[in-house]
């Protein structure tokens, strides 16, 4: 294999697995994802990716090891980003700004299940995919469409035909930014989602960059 090929097969794989560390992070903190955190390295493949591309993070993977190490146990870390979690996505006083569904994102004050969460499903329907362990929540939930990039990212494609990165420009990207825009606003003390959305955004701008 030469250096280039070598070099396309990292960032392949290092995207792949962006792509699911970006999952399980919107899903919600688990035990095994920050006992992995503790132990350091967990987002080395955005080191891969923003080398590979020649995009600089700007300092955002420190200031989030920063906060991780801040944290002298798994047990606390998950404390913490649970709590971060609930107040950001799930139930605030103060109303819940930055949701993780699409469709909220299609005008202002804009409901759930609009038409993203129906054209997410027929994607999902048209890939023979099932959403029967996803019924919990709408299709256009952030982790659910993360999960349809890394099955279109998997896909055997040619140079002229990749849907993942159509995907990630035309779809994700426009409300991603949004989303990553208004956690940027906040002034509370968990800036980790909000520094987590900042790299998912540079992650589907290199995913875009594909075509």
């Known amino acids: 294999m030469d250096i280039e090929n070598f070099k396309d097969k990292r960032l392949e794989t290092a995207l792949l697995d962006g792509v699911q560390i970006m999952c399980k992070l919107f899903w919600g903190p688990d035990l095994d994802s920050c006992r992995h955190m503790i132990k350091g390295n967990y987002f080395k493949p955005f080191e891969i990716i923003f ?107 040619g140079p002229d035909d990749n849907p993942a990165a159509f995907f990630a420009e035309k779809t994700m990207l426009p409300w991603v930014i949004v989303f990553n825009q208004r956690l940027k606003l906040l002034t509370d003390d968990c800036k980790f989602y909000s520094l987590a959305s900042t790299i998912l955004v540079l992650l589907l701008e290199q995913i875009s960059n594909r075509k």
């Not at 991780?68 to 404390?79: A, K, M, R, V, Y």
């Not at 609009?114 to 996803?134: I, P, Q, T, V, Y």
């Open 51 to 157: 080398i590979e591309s020649g995009k600089k993070p700007s300092g955002t993977l420190d200031n989030i090891n920063s906060i991780i190490n801040g944290f002298d146990s798994f047990q606390s870390l998950l404390e913490h980003l649970n709590e971060c979690y609930v107040r950001l996505f799930v139930n605030s006083k103060e109303g819940i700004t930055s949701p993780l569904y699409e469709s909220c994102y299609e005008f202002e004050n804009a409901p759930m299940m609009g038409k993203a969460a129906l054209l997410m499903k027929e994607r999902f329907e048209s890939k023979g995919l099932s959403m029967e362990n996803r019924v919990h929540e709408p299709p256009d939930h952030l982790a659910i469409e993360l999960e349809y990039l890394f099955f279109l990212l998997q896909e055997n494609v």
